[in-house]
């Protein structure tokens, strides 16, 4: 694709370097880093930046004598002159990978914040209701029929409530994600989903062999988020998930027969909450992406892709 420069920024662009040729100074170098800052904010890209520099170049070029030695001084000065003009984006793009590397401690932390509640809910929990069941049978013994009756159906509502209690803390942070890697995870995960939600769930796929832990827990974090969003907002009575591996990536699509959402025209959520944007840059963190297609006849279709 070609690149037109504007006039203006490429006689601004020249009457600098030009003065950095003549005059030379740190003070003229000062300038081309504003100047490179300044393109940078505008959306200026590199190459744009590149062409600008290589024609008010040819043009200085143009009116020195073809005396070998001036051109290289020139040529030397000028390269010295774009490194400065440039240094803005690569200050940027460490500045990102930087933001990227402490998002990706961030999720680490919040993965280990929720493996120690996980554990504390599933323990403490565990010890409490046990002191509560051996309470009750002691009541019970020493109570008349009906009485014991009642206990009975007492002792099996905290049976639904220890059995709600172990399926949530492995959801926080399943142990099996760790221990048995992804598809035994999102198959519990299912479960338990389809338990509360009444909703019909079919999974397939492959991962062919186990993720590192990143991977599995943004894939895991994804498939639940959207069957937290499907359960909540779809009025669906059907999910698909698919997982597949191809030469460059795992990818997980969760696709759902529900009334779709609102997408703007450019394709992205028109409202979205921190769910959508938690999925979106867990993924990014990782070099990858997340999609959403939706209509209101075929439901909504939420993909994400992870480079291996
Ligand atoms: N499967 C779906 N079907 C229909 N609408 C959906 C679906 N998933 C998301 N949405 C819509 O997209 C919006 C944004 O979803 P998102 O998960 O980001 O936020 P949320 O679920 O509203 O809140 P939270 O921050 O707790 O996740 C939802 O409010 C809902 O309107
Ligand atoms: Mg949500």
Redo the contacts with the bound molecule.
């Keep these: 694709m070609a690149i037109h420069a504007h006039v203006p920024q490429q006689t601004a662009y020249k009457k600098l370097l030009s003065s950095y040729l003549d005059n030379g100074g740190e003070s003229a170098l000062t300038v081309a880093y504003e100047l490179g800052r300044r393109n940078l904010q505008n959306g200026t890209g590199l190459l744009e930046l590149a062409e600008v520099h290589q024609k008010a170049l040819d043009e200085v070029l143009g009116t020195v004598d073809d005396n070998s030695v001036t051109r290289r001084d020139i040529n030397r000065a000028a390269s010295r002159f774009l490194s400065e003009a440039i240094s803005p984006f690569e200050v940027a793009r460490l500045s990102s990978r930087n933001a990227n590397d402490a998002l990706i401690k961030l999720y680490e932390v919040f993965e280990s914040e929720a493996k120690r509640i996980a554990h504390r809910l599933h323990d403490e929990s565990a010890q409490m209701l046990a002191v509560v069941y051996l309470e009750l049978a002691e009541i019970a013994k020493d109570s008349p029929d009906h009485t014991a009756e009642r206990i009975l159906q007492v002792v099996g509502h905290l049976d639904e409530v220890s059995s709600q209690l172990r399926s949530l803390s492995h959801e926080l942070r399943p142990i099996i994600l760790d221990r048995l890697g992804l598809l035994p995870a999102l198959r519990a995960l299912v479960n338990g989903v389809r338990k509360r939600s009444g909703l019909i769930i079919d999974i397939s796929g492959d991962t062919e062999g186990r993720l590192d832990s990143q991977r599995e827990t943004v894939i895991y974090r994804t498939v639940q ?2 069957l ?3 359960s ?3 009025k ?1 009575s059907h999910v698909d998930i698919h997982i597949w591996r191809d030469s460059s990536c795992i990818c997980c699509s969760i696709s ?1 027969n ?4 609102k997408l703007s025209s450019q394709g992205s ?1 028109e ?7 938690g999925i979106k840059e867990r993924a990014r963190a990782l070099g990858g992406d997340c999609e959403i297609s ?1 209509c209101p006849e075929s ?2 279709t ?1 993909q994400v892709m992870i480079p291996l």
Excluded: F
């Design positions: 988020e959207a937290t969003n499907v909540r907002h779809a669906a759902d529900g009334n779709g959402m959520v409202s979205p909450g921190l769910g959508l944007i939706s439901g909504t939420l």
